[in-house]
């Protein structure tokens, strides 16, 4: 397992930006792949992007397509989440995870982040 440390959430107005970091321990970061996550109150958790272990390949929910961008540096073993156009459905508590094969069930989870997107 790695662990993971999520920053960078906070308070937006609807149509700003903020960008999500989450640095991961150990050497063995490029073997993971590696997803956000959110969950709003009174709603299950949602994978929002996943990246592949080398960032060749990615995907996003049908909700934040056009809007985010997930990448990583496997040199600084961290993974980034770009969020643009923010809108107020955003708002959510934001996780990072990981796992050595898929994001079903991912193996490692993040303390997550709070985002707020006032209108």
């Known amino acids: 397992q790695v662990q993971l440390v999520e920053s960078g959430g906070g308070l937006v107005q609807a149509g700003g930006s903020l960008r999500l970091s989450c640095a991961a321990s150990?050497?063995?970061?490029?073997?993971?792949?590696m997803g956000w996550f959110r969950q709003a109150p009174g709603k299950e958790r949602e994978l929002v992007a996943a990246i592949s272990r080398s960032g060749g390949s990615t995907s996003y929910a049908d909700s934040v397509k056009g809007r985010f961008t997930i990448s990583r540096d496997n040199a600084k073993n961290t993974v980034y989440l770009q969020m643009n156009s923010l809108k107020p459905e955003d708002t959510a508590v934001y996780y990072c995870?990981?796992?050595?094969?898929?994001?079903?069930?991912?193996?490692?989870w993040g303390q997550g982040t709070q985002v707020t997107v006032s209108s």
């Open positions: 150990g050497r063995t970061f490029r073997s993971y792949v």
């Open positions: 995870a990981a796992d050595p094969k898929l994001l079903t069930s991912p193996s490692s």
